[in-house]
């Protein structure tokens, strides 16, 4: 458990709790606060700030030396409480993705909300050429068929026999996939949220759908 924080001087000196730890240096007073936030308060400011020095250095994320349909933009980390609705032309994009391929369309909408992309980067790809929402579903939802087959050839199930859903076993295998920590294009680190991320909001979208 945290120790609570300890008042901080003009000097840059502080203690933590009853440690009576003390740092000099005022870059320190950062880490010092952010030991004393909540998890999340944390990481979202640790994001903000690298988000903020890859902006300042004008810096984009290169494309990966992973195969074309497995590529992903990194993922900064998501609440499903507040995954934005899909709008109805990507919707119907999605559904007919989905039957193209015989996968769970619900999977590739937590899919498409994980990697939130902006036009032309929606499910994340950057290997290939997918300038549209049509290329990007189109790709990852052939990289969401091949892994399934990819899984199961190696022993796994990638399919819940009494949910009809996606294990969470085959999610955490696509997403090290589709976003491998210490990937090229991924400075931050950000990939390692995109399991978790990816995990909550194929089960929120799942409850959803079943309830209506």
């Known amino acids: 458990m945290t120790a609570p924080l300890g008042p901080v001087s003009a000097n840059g000196w502080a203690t933590l709790g009853q440690s ?9 007073q950062t880490l010092l606060r952010l ?5 999340e308060s ?6 903000a ?3 903020e020095a890859r902006t300042a250095a004008g810096a984009d994320p290169a494309a990966s030396a992973l195969a074309p349909e497995e590529s992903a933009i990194p993922s900064a980390p998501a609440s499903a409480e507040t995954a934005p609705n899909l709008p109805g032309r990507e ?3 999605i559904r007919r993705e989905a039957d193209r391929t015989g996968i769970d369309a619900q999977f590739l909408v937590a899919l498409r909300r994980t990697e939130n992309g902006g036009p032309g980067r929606e499910f994340g790809v950057l290997s290939v050429k997918a ?3 049509d290329s990007q579903a189109r790709v990852a939802a052939n990289s969401v068929r091949h892994s399934v ?4 050839q190696t022993g796994g199930q990638a399919i819940d026999p009494q949910t009809g859903q996606y294990t969470e076993a085959f999610l955490r295998y696509f997403s090290a996939r589709y976003a491998p ?5 991924d400075p931050s680190g950000l990939n390692r949220y995109h399991a978790a991320n990816l995990i909550a909001l194929y089960q929120k979208t799942g409850r959803r759908s079943g309830d209506g």
């Open 35 to 39: 030991a004393g936030l909540s998890f």
């Open 149 to 152: 087959q990819r899984f199961e």
């Open 42 to 47: 944390a990481v979202a400011e640790a994001l």
């Open 181 to 185: 920590v210490g990937a090229n294009n």
């Open 91 to 93: 919707a119907s994009v």
């Open 20 to 28: 009576g730890l003390r740092v000099e240096r005022p870059e320190d």
């Open 49 to 51: 700030a690298a988000a």
């Open 131 to 133: 300038p549209d929402l």
